[in-house]
């Protein structure tokens, strides 16, 4: 119980935090005689994407290939309040993409195949008191959050040469939630970096069927017939996020999200890593090329001598909708 005390509470401070918010742009920040909402201490930005591509082949293709169809779809989404010194970022990330490819089994027979190629959901929300010297540095408390959406499986074959698959995760199984407090360096409006002090490390795995099915005893760092494992230790955040060009018609997005517990020198894994990299590059009013990069270390979630760092990438020429 004492371990959840820290993250109870840290929630409860951020939803009481919104609603005095809430109240502000009601209340304190409206002339007496209207009643027309006053958004300029909000900053607010929604982008909904879709990329798509197709290859193919002839079937005597000499050099060996298939024919593949990807694509993906994601939503950046950010609400970010400043008033004095007070300020509430949130952030939403989701991006979701598949590939369908062309094979043959045994017999020569052609299928499809279809797998997941990127699957993730990041949630980040911190609230921030800066000091009045220097005013770039603030007191912050905050949240984040970090699963899967879909299903995830391991492929193999079967005797005939046709793909078959196993489960080996789902939603929050696993996930990640690390409610932290400490301080924020902003110096500029497009970059900024975080050290919690105190944070703590949930790991969930909630879907008990999987131990099952995977025959493994512990997941993710979480013994089967527990939903969650918690760690204490510093959580270590720093980005950037910056608009290139003489038009702005670049955009460059970078960000690091760690992990070390208090007796890391103890722990087999010392600093969980995650890396998010984003480029966009307008085209169209509504086309774009998008590189999008995650790139994951945690030696929780990889199996004894497999590399720990994890990386899921998408590249393609798309839709870009912005509000």
């Given at each position: 119980m004492?371990?959840l005390?820290?993250p109870?509470?840290?929630i409860?401070?951020?939803?009481l935090?919104s609603?005095?918010?809430?109240?502000?742009v009601y209340?304190d920040?409206?002339p007496?005689?209207?009643?027309?909402?006053?958004?300029?201490?909000?900053?607010k930005g929604?982008e909904l994407?879709l990329?798509?591509?197709?290859?193919?082949?002839s079937?005597?293709?000499?050099?060996?290939?298939?024919?593949?169809?990807s694509?993906n779809?994601f939503l950046?989404?950010?609400?970010?309040?400043?008033?004095?010194?007070?300020?509430w970022d949130?952030?939403?990330?989701?991006?979701?993409?598949?590939?369908?490819s062309?094979?043959?089994?045994?017999?020569?027979?052609?299928?499809?195949?279809?797998?997941?190629?990127?699957?993730?959901l990041?949630?980040?929300?911190?609230?921030?008191h800066?000091?009045s010297?220097?005013?770039?540095l603030?007191?912050?408390?905050?949240?984040?959050?970090?699963?899967q959406?879909?299903?995830?499986?391991?492929?193999s074959?079967?005797s005939?040469?046709?793909?078959?698959r196993?489960?080996?995760?789902?939603?929050?199984?696993?996930?990640m939630?690390v409610?932290?407090v400490?301080?924020e360096?902003k110096?500029?409006?497009?970059?900024?970096?975080r050290?919690g002090?105190?944070?703590?490390?949930?790991?969930?795995?909630?879907?008990?069927?999987l131990?099952?099915?995977?025959?493994?005893?512990?997941?993710a760092g979480?013994?089967?017939g527990?939903?969650?494992h918690?760690?204490?230790?510093?959580?270590l955040?720093?980005g950037?996020?910056?608009d290139?060009?003489k038009q702005?018609?670049y955009?460059f997005?970078?960000?690091y999200l760690?992990?070390?517990?208090?007796?890391?020198?103890?722990?087999?894994s010392?600093?969980?890593s995650r890396?998010?990299v984003?480029f966009?590059a307008k085209v169209?009013?509504?086309?774009?090329?998008?590189?999008t990069?995650i790139?994951v270390?945690?030696?929780d979630l990889?199996?004894?001598?497999?590399?720990?760092?994890?990386?899921s990438w998408?590249v393609?020429?798309?839709?870009?909708?912005?509000?």
């Amino acid at each position: 119980m004492k371990k959840l005390f820290l993250p109870i509470s840290l929630i409860a401070i951020l939803v009481l935090f919104s609603g005095k918010l809430q109240g502000a742009v009601y209340t304190d920040s409206l002339p007496k005689d209207s009643v027309a909402k006053d958004t300029s201490y909000w900053k607010k930005g929604t982008e909904l994407g879709l990329n798509a591509a197709l290859s193919g082949t002839s079937p005597n293709w000499s050099a060996g290939a298939a024919n593949n169809l990807s694509g993906n779809v994601f939503l950046n989404g950010l609400r970010n309040y400043k008033k004095e010194k007070n300020s509430w970022d949130n952030v939403l990330k989701i991006n979701i993409g598949a590939i369908s490819s062309r094979q043959l089994d045994n017999f020569g027979i052609s299928y499809r195949s279809t797998r997941k190629n990127i699957d993730n959901l990041f949630f980040d929300s911190k609230y921030g008191h800066a000091f009045s010297k220097p005013k770039w540095l603030s007191l912050y408390a905050g949240l984040n959050f970090q699963t899967q959406l879909l299903n995830g499986f391991a492929y193999s074959k079967d005797s005939i040469g046709r793909e078959i698959r196993s489960q080996t995760t789902s939603f929050m199984s696993s996930g990640m939630i690390v409610p932290a407090v400490g301080f924020e360096a902003k110096p500029v409006d497009w970059a900024y970096a975080r050290i919690g002090v105190g944070a703590i490390k949930i790991t969930t795995f909630l879907n008990q069927k999987l131990y099952g099915i995977r025959g493994e005893k512990k997941i993710a760092g979480v013994d089967s017939g527990k939903l969650f494992h918690s760690e204490l230790g510093f959580q270590l955040q720093a980005g950037i996020a910056k608009d290139l060009g003489k038009q702005k018609q670049y955009n460059f997005k970078l960000n690091y999200l760690g992990f070390a517990p208090y007796n890391f020198s103890e722990s087999h894994s010392p600093l969980d890593s995650r890396v998010d990299v984003n480029f966009v590059a307008k085209v169209g009013k509504y086309i774009n090329f998008n590189y999008t990069l995650i790139s994951v270390f945690d030696k929780d979630l990889a199996k004894p001598g497999v590399n720990a760092w994890q990386n899921s990438w998408i590249v393609g020429l798309g839709f870009l909708y912005k509000i």
